[in-house]
């Protein structure tokens, strides 16, 4: 149970930081 719990919190936040990656990548290209 409780590693079912960390394990989909750890997927969470890897899938926020792609996000948080890819929104920087758009908005650095967009400056460009």
């Known amino acids: ?3 079912t719990t960390v394990s989909e919190q750890y997927k969470q936040n890897t899938r926020n930081q792609a996000i948080e ?3 920087g ?3 650095y290209f ?3």
């Open 30 to 32: 967009h400056k460009q």
């Open 1 to 3: 149970m409780l590693y």
């Open 25 to 27: 990548l758009a908005k």
């Open 21 to 23: 990656l890819l929104w």
